[in-house]
């Protein structure tokens, strides 16, 4: 059984670009979070989903951050026009249901030139 | 959410057990203690989790104390493979909105000497 998949591992993008960060959950896996992690910080929560639907987006930036996970295909998390402050290791959890253990992917690292 | 203390870092011998303390003394009666550790900026990575009784899987054991307001993740055998940063985490109870998030502190950095 595949544990959560993220792509790409490793992102660069120049200030003003826009950044696609993918999350395929693990298999039976219908709720995805995005937590994410500065330099020398701990993880943040940042966005909740269920299929086709935002249930938690507390921790996320109000301007150029969005996700959506459709009913088909991966979750995505979209930073548009982005910025040196957005460097950062971008980790998607995945859990069966709500409330139950969430399970980690490896991470993409963003890096803004 | 109830507030969780660990110890910054701490070193443990290779083959010898490995206790890492976590103080929650807030925490409320159906809060659960869940244990995750980050291997050198890889993904955060599960390993255990209790309510109230003691708990053993595979990888590590929890003892929680009775009075709920500290716990102890034990790695029985640890390995040089076990340096990571550990994190306790106390979950607010299910059946409240927002609370589907894990909040994560800054965790006890465990250094396995060979």
């Known amino acids: 059984n595949a544990g959560v998949m993220q792509n790409p591992r490793h992102l660069v993008r120049r200030r003003g670009q826009e950044a696609r960060l993918r999350c395929s959950p693990m298999k039976g896996h219908s709720h995805v979070y995005w937590y994410r992690q500065l330099p020398e910080e701990g993880l943040k929560f940042m966005v909740y989903?269920?299929?086709?639907?935002?249930?938690?987006e507390s921790g996320m930036p109000k301007e150029r951050f969005s996700a959506e996970f459709p009913k088909e295909g991966p979750s995505i998390l979209r930073i548009q026009q982005v910025v040196r402050g957005d460097s950062a290791a971008y980790f998607c959890?995945?859990?069966?249901?709500?409330?139950?253990?969430?399970?980690f992917g490896p991470g993409t690292r963003l890096l803004v030139l | 959410d109830a507030k969780t203390t660990q110890p910054t870092s701490m070193d443990c011998a290779e083959g010898r057990a490995a206790n890492l303390p976590c103080n929650h003394s807030?925490?409320?009666?159906?809060?659960?203690v869940y244990w995750y550790r980050q291997i050198h900026s890889q993904g955060p990575q599960y390993i255990i989790h209790g309510l109230k009784n003691n708990e053993t899987n595979e990888m590590a054991s929890l003892i929680i104390t009775e009075d709920r307001k500290s716990s102890t993740l034990i790695l029985p055998h640890a390995t040089l493979r076990d340096t990571a940063v550990y994190y306790c985490?106390?979950?607010?109870?299910?059946?409240?909105?927002?609370?589907?998030?894990?909040?994560f502190g800054t965790g006890t950095r465990l250094t396995i000497i060979p």
């Open positions: 959890a995945s859990s069966p249901g709500q409330w139950e253990t969430q399970y």
């Open positions: 985490i106390v979950r607010p109870p299910s059946l409240n909105f927002g609370n589907e998030k894990l909040t």
């Open positions: 989903l269920q299929k086709e639907n935002i249930i938690d």
């Open positions: 807030t925490i409320s009666g159906n809060e659960y």
